[in-house]
């Protein structure tokens, strides 16, 4: 089955600091990719839509300078935390859609950010 | 948006059967079921389009009313390894790709 990997695993940063999270689609093209963040216990939010070779569509209430996202290919999507403070630290987790109509999702293994 | 799902959590004993509910406000094209064990990423369970689909899997099987906006999860004799949170995800449209989920069901099966 197609896979989705995410890396890294679990990220540690300083207050400030940008991050960034990738998210590739290793065996098919996916021209479409979702970010999602969770808080312990709750559930996947979506953060935003991002489209290879335009721009991400955010999720209302969701800052866009704040979570920087950038598809440039048809396999790789990254997403920045820019600025991190604490209340960044969660768990992100991006995921894209098999090709064609009525596809599942497939998820990357998600990013653990700590923001220190 | 979010769809509403219950119970909020559910603990079993190994063998016992469960149903969670996932409902809408909107109308939907499909639905989508993902378990998910700590700190991992979810796993595809099954997909459900509008038409009233039912389907099955071992001893998972789920329902979908696309005029009650509503689907079940139904987990029949639960194995241990059913564990962890089950997740509906939400297409309003065909093509839509985005999945929105709802807050999901805790399941905890106890020997």
């Known amino acids: 089955g197609a896979v989705v990997s995410q890396h890294p695993s679990w990220v540690i940063c300083k207050s400030g600091t940008s991050v960034k999270i990738e998210c590739r689609s290793l065996?098919?093209?996916?021209?479409?990719m979702f970010w999602y963040r969770q808080f312990p216990k709750q559930s996947l939010m979506l953060m935003a839509t991002?489209?290879?070779?335009?721009?991400?569509?955010?999720e209302q209430g969701v800052e866009k300078d704040k979570f920087l996202i950038n598809h440039a290919s048809l396999t790789l999507s990254t997403l920045t935390v820019t600025s991190a403070h604490p209340e960044d630290s969660s768990f992100y987790i991006c995921?894209?859609?098999?090709?064609?109509?009525?596809?599942?999702?497939?998820f990357g293994q998600g990013t653990r950010l700590t923001v220190v | 948006q979010q769809p509403v799902q219950s119970p909020q959590a559910v603990i079993l004993r190994e063998g016992e059967d469960a149903v969670i509910n996932c409902s809408s406000s909107k109308a939907l094209y499909s639905v989508h079921w993902y378990r998910q064990k700590h700190g991992e990423a979810p796993v595809f369970l099954m997909i459900?389009?509008?038409?009233?689909e039912q389907k099955g899997h071992d001893k998972i099987s789920a329902s979908f009313n696309e005029k009650k906006q509503q689907s079940s999860l139904y987990l029949t004799a639960s194995q241990l390894s059913y564990s962890g949170t089950y997740f509906c995800?939400?297409?309003?449209?065909?093509?839509?790709?985005?999945?929105?989920f709802g807050q999901g069901t805790r399941l905890t099966i106890n020997p």
């Open positions: 065996d098919f093209q996916a021209t479409t």
């Open positions: 459900l389009l509008k038409g009233g």
């Open positions: 995800g939400t297409e309003l449209v065909q093509g839509a790709q985005k999945l929105v």
């Open positions: 991002s489209n290879e070779g335009s721009k991400a569509t955010y």
């Open positions: 995921s894209a859609r098999g090709v064609g109509f009525n596809t599942e999702a497939f």
